[in-house]
């Protein structure tokens, strides 16, 4: 496509990760998101397919046996004149690596909020990653089908806990089984509450805001308060600013039942109105690249293996930040220099997928990959070689020692391994003595999803010694001297032979400080 047609095409895109605590329905919100879209006809299960009633965005084996997204899924659809890519992330903490990556690929987030239970501590932490990145955040409350905290409490623990400005697009009128709507703000109508698939239903307002004509509503004593409420907003909120949403200052507030799909329309609708076309993106040597530079260019975050278990096959996600992708053409590796024909890709519908001809900047796709692609690689056309900013990674915390419980079944258990251990949730080191395998995690629940996997994917049963909570340092290989070891102290390798040590606890760390102080040790975040 010429210039003016990949501008145009790169501005309808829309690009959000979808954020929260686990259970306060994050999962749910994508569904009806996915419904909208024409993906789907009922939420949990797939257009035109009997697929069981799981989630559609929780494809993964042990997330529909527990209920839970433990890795980000990407779905991507069209609606109201936007291309739409949807990154739902896990909510769990001990899957929090993956989530920080995946905000690296998008452009802005949704928060989602569970209306009885408030801010939670995960969602706090994700937020504070966005707002490091000066994305829009948008919120959406959740579950207002059930009793819940007071609307007025919500929004100032917004600005109490998070330190973020907001601004309620609309506002509940009752809450639980008293439901019976939301006082639309920003569209100046009131959404009457209707159960899952009843459709839409609006009251009209008048220019001060009051009900139109005759209803039922106009009775009621929850309807005067909110009123009252509105203009208590009014009067001492913030006020709607388009700027300070685009930079991540404030927040506009949507009140909802996703499960129900009430009020989900109205804010998907909003949403796509001030959501930001994908930006430019900042490069290593300090420059900002636009999306509609004619040399394409994206950067890998996120590795899954075995997405269709038939097939074995391996995926690399991949975040176009220029330019346009065409099957079969030719790429550079940065950190190779290596040419490579990207001629087996792939767009996604969580575990549905289709082959991909073509994609623009803000599109997120899928390439079929044997092994050259690694989390954090930039790829490129042109002659001037383009590198990313470095995703973050995090220091494993928590270690097992593992091995095959069947000797005979080792290859299986080498290749589900490397290959587990390529996506980034569990690291992999070998002990210096012995050439032992040991995992490290940042949380126990990535131990228990590599344990299940190995079995369901690769046939290969297992078995974990924990080894309890660790410091990891590495070392300069010109300082080491395999006799600092002890048991105290375990010498360990990495992945690209890089010695460390794993230390018991901060004592055994300031002791060997003590011992060599010449020596120098980072924690290689």
Known sequence: MDQEQLTKAVDKRRTFAIISHPDAGKTTITEQLLLFGGVVRTAGTVKAKKSGNFAKSDWMEIEKKRGISVTSSVMQFDYAGKRVNILDTPGHEDFSEDTYRTLMAVDSAVMVIDSAKGIEPQTKKLFQVCRMRGIPIFTFINKLDRDGREPLDLTAELEEVLGIESYPMNWPIGMGKGLEGLYDIYNNRIELYRSEGEGQEFLELDENGEIKGDSPLKEESIYRQVLDEIDLIKGAGSEFDKEKIANGELTP????????????????????????????????????????????????????????????????????????????????????????????????????????????????????????????DSIYTGKKPIKFEKLPQFTPELFMRVQAKNVMKQKSFHKGINQLVQEGAVQLYQSYSTGEYILGAVGQLQFEVFKFRMMNEYNSEVEMTPMGRKIARWINPEQLDEKMSSSRNLLVKDRADQPLFLFENEFAERWFKDKYPDVELTAKL
Do not use: W
Not at 260 to 277: I, S
Not at 278 to 287: I, N, Q, R, W, Y
């Open 253 to 376: 507030v949507f009140f909802g039942s996703a499960l129900t799909n009430f009020g989900v329309k109205t804010f998907l609708d909003a949403y796509l109105q001030f959501a930001p076309k994908p930006a430019e993106h900042k490069v290593e040597d300090d420059k900002q690249l636009a999306p509609d530079d004619e040399a394409f260019s994206g950067f890998i975050f996120k590795i899954q293996a075995n997405m269709n278990p038939n097939h074995r096959d391996r995926i690399a996600f991949v975040r176009i930040c220029s330019g346009e992708f065409d099957r079969g053409m030719d790429v550079f590796l940065e950190r190779t220099g290596k040419k490579l024909r990207l001629s087996n890709s792939t767009q996604f519908m969580a575990d549905t997928r289709e082959t991909l001809e073509t994609a623009v900047a803000g599109d997120i796709i899928g390439l079929y990959d044997t092994g050259n692609f690694q989390i954090g």
